[in-house]
């Protein structure tokens, strides 16, 4: 198999990066090696993330171990029935002493923004956040301003209490490019994270330096968007998004929108595997959370009908070398 082609060393530089960044996750995350590379994938495929599970498992721990390893800065906004679109985006403040305006920025000028309970906001302040995280950009008072250009935006929803929630429509889900659910860990990680947690009063992952330098994350991802990808593929991808607008479980099938996130999502996963193209295995490892996101459906079923959409539609061979 062909290996990913580096030039001046540029290409190990970035996948020493992201093994830097898989490292740190993992330290903060412990025993969800799997939850962590689709992290990493949908990082370095410019989407953004939606974890659904429970409380306690570690979420809002992984958004600030992730922020601090790109060298971000780090913002939460606990979603609640009251919070405003301007709790977001920011709003314009009468100074009286210049009697002027000024703009005091929202969580979403942050690098990595933990949007948590998503589903508690009104439609409203959801729009205005999937705006955001759509254009990397916001509007107020006719004003436009451009957010980071590594924005990055993790929004969790608590699948158990679903008493007083908006949930999000399809058309929003598919804002995000992938779901994912943490779980519990397993004892022997439940045990080690206790053993670190002797003599620790909080875990603060703020003060680790950067595993990236100033514009690395920009470039990874320019990286991963000229992973070749063969027409054999790209047939295959297409041929999982007909054969997902025909299941009669799917309301809205895979849209041209999620058709391109699905294989930018591919790319990662063959960057991160160091490959100088995509396979329909990497196809394969990307697309229950690429699609769960977008069926509407609890992660289970959507798992049961995501696997039946692939049993329906034959992988190619792909044994031969891209020339």
């Known amino acids: 198999m062909s290996t990913l082609v580096t030039e001046s060393g540029t290409a190990e530089q970035h996948l020493a990066a992201a093994d830097s960044i898989r490292n740190r ?8 090696q799997d939850v962590v590379e689709m992290v990493l994938v949908c990082l370095l495929s410019r989407g953004h993330l939606l974890l659904e599970d429970k409380p306690g498992l570690g979420k809002t721990t992984l958004a600030k171990a992730l922020a601090s390893a790109i060298g971000g800065d780090f913002a939460r906004a606990q979603c609640t029935p009251d919070l405003l679109p301007s709790d977001i985006t920011g ?4 100074n009286q002493k210049t009697h002027e305006f000024e703009f005091r920025s929202g969580p979403v000028f942050a690098d990595v923004l933990l949007a948590d309970e998503i589903n508690r906001a009104t439609p409203r302040t959801q729009s205005a956040l999937l705006e955001a995280m759509a254009e990397r950009q916001v509007t107020v008072d006719t004003q436009r301003f451009d957010l980071s250009r590594q924005f990055f935006v993790i929004a969790t929803q608590n699948p158990v209490d679903q008493h007083g929630t908006y949930p999000l429509p399809e058309a929003q889900l598919d804002r995000f490019a992938m779901k994912l659910s943490v779980g519990y860990p397993a004892p ?3 045990i080690r994270m206790l053993q670190e947690a002797v003599g620790t009063i909080e875990d603060d992952t703020s003060r680790d330096s950067p595993a990236l330098q100033e514009g690395q994350l920009q470039e990874m ?6 992973v070749s990808v063969a027409e054999t593929v790209q047939d295959y991808l297409v041929r999982i998004a007909t054969e997902t607008r025909k299941h009669i479980s799917i309301n809205l099938g895979l849209s041209p929108r999620g058709l391109l996130t699905l294989q930018r999502a591919a790319q990662a996963q063959a960057f991160l595997g160091r490959r100088e193209f995509v396979t329909p295995d990497d196809v394969l490892d990307v697309v229950f959370p690429v699609l769960s996101v977008r069926l509407g459906l609890e992660i289970e079923e959507a798992n049961r ?3 039946e959409v692939l049993d329906a539609v034959p992988v190619p ?6 020339k």
């Open 25 to 32: 996750l993992n330290a903060a995350l412990k025993g969800k």
């Open 188 to 190: 022997d990680d439940e």
């Open 317 to 322: 061979d792909y044994s031969e070398k891209k």
């Open 221 to 226: 991802q320019e990286a991963v968007s000229r």
């Open 91 to 94: 709003f314009n403040i009468f």
């Open 305 to 307: 009908v995501v696997q």
